[in-house]
Structures are given as structure tokens and as C-alpha cells.
């Protein structure tokens, strides 16, 4: 009975935890369910679903599926959100950022004229964020002479922005920022949250293939800034990790309160791979600006589970 039972598991397949394997990723919370989605497929966004922020579901088809929307490749660093009682997702292909929408967080996210938000030079890793007087702003990444953070007003329909606004917003320095003295510096997958009055933008450093990328924020007192970033920075790093390649994610609060920051690492201290899905706690200190910090030992990554052929288990 045993080796009928064995065989039968070696002829079938084997279940087994495995990590997700998205970089940039994103959480978007919604009616009890956590939906988790990334830069990891050639023709759009996987996404996976989860109850609790542990056990992971990846769902069969594509939120985002190239045709339906625009990009031909690049699918990167998406970001959902509802709005106006629909759900959007803001994302990048061909080095553009477009904005498709669904009536589900599983989508299908579709555009209905294919374009982007502009078309003035390579724009990536969008962020929209929706200020307490109503206003819409588009936080995101051009590339000129590195990786430059920048923020735009957009239009209510989502799908333009205007350039008059466009306002650069910080830029990777030597330091931390940039470990390597690249001529290309890097800084981007901006987040922006805003509390008491004060706003915190949460981004990544360093060329994402560098073992020392890594997360920082800094704090302004208008979506525009001027912003001054924290004295401490990185508040995200391989020191804190142990994994090479901390960085670019999102926020997320959970049913119980806590926020989160997840966001991807190299697939090992050997090499970049595909990257693998992470999480940590932070918080906020009290008093304005606050102070945001990384809960030790919080780290921990992402996993699902996979029915895998016996023939790829160990």
C-alpha cells in the first residue's frame, strides 16, 4: 500500500511551498482579500490572492494581458488601486506608464483607446495618489540622466497627465544611493503616503541588480515637495534582510492594523535570478514628521502552493 501510495505521488506530482517569484510587487486590499501582484510575466501581470498575508493562491489567468490593453513588452511595477468605484491599475510597458481599468481586482484590467499617460521620454514605476483635497497625482520615474523621481498632476479620467506640473521630486546621491559611483544613478518604485499633514515618499536606490539596493523615504509638506530625506537611510537593506537586492515594493496595511512593506530580493547572494517576493513590518513613531522603521526580524518571504511535476522535487 506505501509504494502504491509513493508511486502514485511521483507519478502525479508533489505539493510543495515554493516562493513567489515577482519583483516590484504590490498589495492591494479589498473586501477581505489580500491581491498580489508584480513584474514576473512577458505578456502582462500574474496575481495572487490570500486571506491572511500567508497562504498565497495564484490565479490562472492574467489581471493585465497584453493585447487588452497597452505594451507590446517591459510589463513592470504595477500598482492597483479603486477609484470612482472601480479598480485601476497603473503600470509600465514599452518604458511608458498607461493606466487600464476593471470592475474586479482580478480584472480583466482593459483600456479601451491603448496609450499611454504621456509620451514625453521614458516614464516607469508609476505610483496615483489621491491628496484630501481630491487631487490626483502621478508619482513616477523618468529616465534622463539616471533614474530621476518625478510627480505630475493627472486628470480625473486617469489617462493624461499634464506636463506644465511636472516637478522633480529627489534623485540618487552618492552614498547609500549609489554604492557603485555608477554615471547612471538610480532612484525609483516610489510610494507616497501622507499622515498628520506631512507626506513620506518611500523609494528604492541603486541599480536593481546591485547587491546593495535598498529602501529609503523621505518627508515633504506638499505632494510637490521640497523633500528631505531621512538622516538614516536605508530603512531597507541587505543588513536588515540578509538577502541581496532589497527593494521596490509597496505599502499595505493588514486586517490587524500593522503596516507592511513588501518588496523583492535577488533569488540568492549568488546571483539576481528571478526575484523572489518578501515582506517586512514597519511603523511610524509618533510626533510629525515621524520616524519610520523596520520591525527586526520581520523579514520573511512570500509562498504559495504549487503542484510541481516529481520529476523537479527534490
Known amino acids: ?36 501582484y508584480g513584474t514576473g510575466a512577458p505578456d502582462g501581470f500574474p496575481v495572487y490572492t490570500s486571506s491572511d498575508l500567508i497562504n498565497w493562491t495564484k490565479k490562472e489567468k492574467n489581471a493585465l494581458q497584453m493585447g487588452e490593453s497597452y505594451g507590446t513588452k517591459g510589463f513592470w511595477a504595477p500598482q492597483v488601486f479603486k477609484y470612482k468605484g472601480k479598480y485601476f491599475m497603473a503600470y509600465t510597458a514599452n518604458e511608458h506608464i498607461a493606466i487600464a481599468s476593471s470592475n474586479s481586482p482580478l480584472g480583466p484590467f482593459k483600456q479601451s483607446v491603448q496609450r499611454p499617460v504621456s509620451e514625453n521620454g521614458k516614464q516607469i514605476d508609476p505610483f496615483v495618489f489621491k491628496d ?18 518625478f510627480v505630475a498632476q493627472i486628470n480625473e479620467a486617469l489617462d493624461e497627465i499634464d506636463e506644465t506640473t511636472a516637478t522633480e521630486c529627489i534623485h540618487a546621491e552618492n552614498g547609500w544611493e549609489n554604492t557603485n559611483s555608477a554615471t547612471w544613478p538610480v532612484s525609483e518604485g516610489p510610494t507616497v503616503v501622507k499622515r498628520n499633514g506631512f507626506y513620506y515618499l518611500f523609494y528604492s536606490a541603486n541599480d536593481f541588480r546591485n547587491i546593495d539596493y535598498s529602501v529609503g523615504y523621505a518627508v515633504a509638506s506638499s505632494p510637490a515637495g521640497p523633500w528631505k530625506k531621512y538622516k538614516s537611510n536605508p530603512i531597507l537593506s541587505r543588513s536588515i534582510t540578509g538577502k541581496n537586492g532589497s527593494g521596490h515594493g509597496d505599502l499595505v496595511k493588514g486586517r490587524n492594523g500593522k503596516l507592511y512593506y513588501v518588496f523583492h ?8 535570478g528571478k526575484r523572489l517576493t518578501a515582506i517586512v513590518q514597519i511603523s511610524f513613531t509618533t510626533g510629525d514628521p515621524s520616524t519610520v522603521s523596520t520591525k527586526a526580524n520581520s523579514f520573511r518571504y512570500l509562498e504559495t502552493d504549487n503542484k510541481l511535476p516529481a520529476k523537479n522535487v527534490d
Open 265 to 272: 530580493t535577488h533569488e540568492s547572494n549568488e546571483k539576481v
Open 132 to 149: 484630501s483635497d481630491g487631487r490626483l497625482y502621478l508619482y513616477h520615474v523618468r529616465l534622463k540622466d539616471g533614474n530621476r523621481i
Open 1 to 36: 500500500m506505501t509504494a502504491l501510495l509513493c508511486s502514485a505521488i511521483l507519478s502525479y506530482g508533489q505539493s510543495q511551498r515554493v516562493h513567489i517569484p515577482l519583483a516590484d510587487p504590490t498589495i492591494f486590499y479589498d473586501e477581505g482579500i489580500y491581491y498580489l
